[in-house]
């Protein structure tokens, strides 16, 4: 009965991809392209989150692509609202910060995948646009996003990042391009992590006690299951110390980036 409920729900889902590949490739809006990546990041993240399929190869596809734009405004304030308008819809695609569809990371260093939505270029605009303006930008409550109440800050939950040049400024200027980034900040996988030590530890320890003159064979399954809990303790310790760190210092968060479309700041990888 598990196996033909696992079929239906794989071949549902294989049904859904088939629908969505069509819908973005085929319709040519932006409409089409924007449903198609943030349905996929959906799913991709719920199957990540469902035991049925979370340990099986299959991986949901993510069918997300960067977009060129370029903006043909020469005011200022119209080129910021566009910009900002195209941080939304990237940071709306990705789930707001609400969702984890490249899975969690095993290992103890935090880490960070980015996906880049959009690659900007102006043709008109020759003024600058610095780090300043932008600040007073997202912070201006009069400045609401689109269908919500919210200004800007609030709506990215104050996970903006600015991207700097070499001498460590950020400006908007005429021809460069700039990418608009969603920074995916990598769950930790705390369980894993249990195991991963505990079998490193049952391995290491198990496969020396063979090697000890006079206990050999004989006390290895034991120094398996000491290893294991030493192993196992010492990810408990760990987990602890990350706790604590994260109340003295705050928890990553996922991350809207506007910055030079080559400046990789942050990004570890990238989803794919």
């Not at 695609?93 to 270029?121: H, I, Q, T």
């Not at 269908?147 to 800050?153: A, N, P, R, T, V």
């Not at 987990?239 to 700041?265: H, N, T, W």
Request: glycine share 10%; charged share 25%; aromatic share 14%.
């Amino acid at each position: 009965m598990g196996g033909k409920t696992t079929d239906i729900i794989l071949a549902l889902i294989a049904l859904s991809v088939i629908g969505l590949v069509l819908f973005g490739f085929f319709g040519n809006s932006d409409f089409f392209s924007e449903l198609t990546c943030k349905v996929t990041v959906y799913m991709a993240d719920q199957t990540e989150k469902a035991p049925i399929i979370k340990y099986t190869p299959f991986t949901f596809p993510i069918i997300c692509s960067t977009k060129d734009k370029v903006i043909e405004e020469d005011n200022k304030d119209k080129i910021m609202w566009e910009i900002a308008d195209y941080m939304r819809k990237c940071w709306s695609m990705w789930g707001e910060g609400n969702l984890n569809p490249a899975g969690k990371n095993v290992w103890f260093n935090d880490e960070f995948k980015c996906f880049k939505c959009y690659r900007l270029s102006f043709n008109d605009f020759e003024g600058i646009i610095d780090a300043n303006e932008w600040d007073e930008f997202f912070k201006d409550p009069e400045k609401r996003v689109k269908g919500s109440d919210l200004d800007f800050y609030n709506y990215f939950k104050g996970n903006i990042l600015l991207g700097t040049d070499d001498e460590g400024n950020f400006v908007i200027e005429k021809d460069k391009y700039y990418g608009v980034t969603f920074v995916e900040h990598i769950e930790k996988d705390r369980w894993g992590r249990y195991v991963a030590t505990a079998t490193t530890g049952a391995t290491v320890v198990g496969g020396a006690c063979m090697f000890v003159v006079g206990v050999g064979w004989i006390a290895s399954p034991l120094c398996v299951l000491g290893g294991g809990a030493l192993g196992a303790g010492a990810a408990a310790i760990e987990q602890f110390i990350d706790k604590i760190s994260s109340l003295i210092v705050g928890e990553d968060k996922d991350i809207i980036m506007l910055s030079r479309y080559e400046d990789v700041k942050k990004c570890g990888g990238y989803i794919e």
